[in-house]
């Protein structure tokens, strides 16, 4: 796996997302079209669900229900998610793939959870790997069984990442380059815009302090450079209007010099025109 931070033109889009063994979902699998994904249904049908346990979830690793829930409630915990069905134990992986926009290289970052019954917090384990899922690596055994730690660890060929900071870490240096900082107030900023009807009841302050919060500070440089081009759109400001101004004085002189050839030339002609006669 590559350690190199992303340069400002190698973007990442997400292009697929799938949920195995969580809640009513067995193996499905998300399609975006261009980054985009859109969830449409009638209630109960796992939009919220799917958003709970995919965004920013996969990117922060933390399960606390109220990062979780988009309704902030602590009622929904990913213990329930995975023995939705009443079973004692369960194993299930959440995953999305990044593709880069001019190479086509895929990334998979995902997250393997096993849940039993006598204990109150699911196990977990992460990846980011090199590849598609379903293509160059997969996440069931096949008996089309999810993968335990151990035998996804041998399918990758490598050790799983423990932790959920050592995960954000990895997520970040492979496909965004931001920093600890930075990467955390870009999952803050995802946990507020994908707060459901976001508009209703809005916070015009507190949402303009978390997209403050949640938006990478400009470079010096570059701000430097957009002061130089704005005493520069002065000076040619400036320079239009002695342009415009001298344009118009021309026009000027040229009706007035025009009236005056006519008048010259008109008087010419009379004098030849006498001495003719």
Known sequence: MSTSAPTPAARYVPTRAGIINLWDYRDEEFSFAGGWLVLRGPNGSGKTKALEVLFPFVLDGRIDPKRLNPFAAEDRTMKSNLLFRGQD???GYVWIEFTHRETGEAVTCG??????RHRDTPARWHFVAEGRVGE????LTPDDRP?????LAAELGRELIASTADYRAAVDRRLFGLGPE??????????????????????????SDTLTAGLRPLDDDLIAEAARSFDD?????????????ADDATRAFLTSYSTYLRVHARAAADRLTARRA
């Open 111 to 116: 997250i393997g959870l096993h849940a039993q």
């Open 182 to 207: 930075r990467y955390e107030q870009l999952l803050t900023l995802i946990l507020t815009l994908r707060r459901p009807q976001l508009a209703k009841n809005l916070d015009p302050a507190k949402l």
């Open 89 to 91: 134990s369960a194993l």
């Open 233 to 245: 759109m002065e000076s040619v400001q400036r320079t239009l209007e002695g342009l415009a101004a």
């Open 147 to 151: 993968m335990t730690r151990k035998q």
């Open 136 to 139: 160059d690596f997969s996440l």
